[in-house]
């Protein structure tokens, strides 16, 4: 009887095969997106991308941005060519009354020893700063991510080479919550991030703070502001980031926590569902015996595994599926399905009649934003620690 049954069954799976490989290969020909397939390298592996947004960040000494031309003047003169006060009025030709002002308020910041004579060891630092820090612009990539403080968050300078467009048909890692459409508030929310951790960031943005920095210092972080202005480019881009595909198991024992109401992740991958009915056969009363439940075995593309229950997802985003290409063979899967559901056949339900039927649906794979930047490891990106 099985035999005639997996004839039967043959012929209908090939006619149902080339019908879903022409669907397959015109959803495939819009922007499907390939797993990388590859076992010696365990799970598959997908590449998503967390964008970054491009920024002017400004910064600024407190007391220096304070001070007048000429006290930068006199600042960088004194170090650069080593003058005293008396040098300068003589090069510039100021009046005592000229100068005096200036000079008093520069004692007064300890920037010049009590006999003016040379810079103080503050003062050298001052024009230190003045001729490599003070009023510079950089541009960086910095995530949006601002709405969340429990979560690290990435910068990148602009000319890093890890940074990668990002195109159609990249997936993208949506932010846990909204964004600041307004470019004045979005610039505030990103200097509030800045302002806890100048100690941290800064040196990593300007290899120059290395020459200042002094962990004696209390009020290191109170000397500087930073600002940021949105800048404007032709094309977007972000962070690769090769996400592991969870298998069954492991999304069965994640959605079991506890859930939160922020933006997840969402991908899919192919499934094959073999989808088998008893009937009793005509001819002979069968009154006595009773109906036989329908049995289900799922093929996970992405397990490589049957599975007899698992979520099945009839509709999922077509910008969001997953395809394994010409490394899914369906002809062969659905094959392997019925040879694996003869064995789950007892012997009450050997003379009902069986009717195979197959199907297609999606396999979701679910990424908290933490889960996401967890798998971030490049070097030249920058990770701010939540």
């Known amino acids: 009887m099985f035999n005639n049954v997996f004839a039967e069954t043959l012929t209908f799976l090939n006619k149902e095969v080339k019908q879903d490989s022409e669907k397959i290969k015109t959803e495939s020909q819009t922007d499907a997106v390939i797993k990388v397939d590859d076992d010696s390298c365990g799970p598959d592996v997908v590449n998503v991308m967390l964008p970054l947004k491009l920024y002017e960040m400004s910064i600024k000494h407190r007391v220096l941005a304070e001070l007048g031309e000429l006290s930068h003047f006199i600042l960088s003169a004194m170090s650069k060519h080593d003058l005293t006060i008396q040098d300068i009025e003589d090069v510039t030709g100021l009046s005592e009354i000229q100068i005096r002002p200036v000079v008093d308020r520069m004692k007064a910041l300890k920037f010049i020893s009590d006999s003016e004579s040379g810079l103080s060891e503050t003062g050298k630092r001052a024009a230190y700063i003045l001729e490599n820090i003070h009023n510079k612009q950089t541009p960086l990539y910095i995530d949006q991510n601002y709405a969340s403080r429990n979560n690290d968050w990435f910068i990148a300078l602009e000319s890093e080479n890890s940074l990668k467009e990002i195109s159609k048909s990249c997936f ?23 302002q806890n951790n100048y100690f941290e960031i800064l040196p990593n943005i300007l290899p120059e703070f290395n020459q200042i920095i002094d962990d004696s210092n209390a009020i290191w972080e109170q000397e500087w502001d930073v600002s ?49 009915k008893f009937s009793l056969p ?3 009363n069968f009154a006595e015996f009773e109906n036989v439940k329908p049995k289900s075995f799922i093929y996970s593309d992405n397990d490589q595994k049957i599975y007899e229950r698992m979520n099945f997802e009839t509709e999922a985003d077509v910008d969001k599926r997953l395809y394994s290409g010409e490394f899914f063979d369906e002809k062969e899967s659905a094959l392997n399905l019925l040879a694996h559901s003869i064995p789950f056949i007892d012997e009450d339900a050997q003379l009902y009649s069986r009717e195979n039927s ?15 930047i967890g798998s971030i490891t490049k070097p030249g990106i920058i990770r701010i620690k939540a």
């Open 282 to 284: 005509e001819g002979i």
């Open 228 to 276: 940021f202005r949105s800048q404007a480019r032709d094309k977007s881009m972000g962070i690769t980031v090769d996400l592991e595909l969870k298998n069954f198991a492991e999304a069965e024992e994640k959605s079991n926590e506890e859930k939160s109401n922020e933006e997840t992740l969402r991908l899919y991958t192919e499934l094959l569902r073999l989808k088998v």
């Open 358 to 372: 197959f199907d297609k649906g999606w396999q979701l794979h679910e990424y908290s934003y933490e889960e996401v």
């Open 172 to 194: 993208i890692v949506p932010l846990p919550r909204n964004v600041r459409f307004n470019p004045i508030e979005d610039c505030f929310k990103q200097s509030q991030r800045f």
